[in-house]
């Protein structure tokens, strides 16, 4: 199966600003509220990008097969939302190395 370059691109710049903007505030919890129990269940709700989580996996997955261990952190890294010159210094290479390397690996999908 193969993949378009620009979706797969658009992809981890939409998956990781939907999964990785949020902020949490936890001022207003105290310790009873946190670990209180209750016997009413709040109801579940799951999550309305589901599709995006299973692509995430199958894309994770099939990286994680064709792809060397550098291609595969920096698929990660940028769904986890880190700019590519986050993850130049991480590597200790250019920005441009990094995005050569993403190419690279694109071309593999």
Do not use: W
Request: aromatic share 14%; hydrophobic share 35%; with cysteine.
């Amino acid at each position: 199966m193969s993949y378009d370059r620009e979706a797969i691109k658009q992809f981890i710049r939409d998956y990781s600003k939907e999964n990785h903007d949020t902020t949490y505030n936890d001022e207003n919890t105290n310790i009873d509220d946190f670990f209180s129990l209750s016997d009413e269940a709040e109801p579940f709700s799951l999550n309305e990008n589901t599709s995006n989580q299973v692509f995430f996996n199958e894309l994770d997955q099939l990286i994680y097969a064709v792809g060397t261990r550098r291609e595969y952190y920096i698929f990660f890294l940028l769904c986890e939302g880190k700019s590519m010159n986050e993850i130049a210094k991480i590597f200790n290479l250019s920005r441009e190395r990094i995005r050569q390397i993403l190419n690279d690996l694109l071309d593999k999908l």
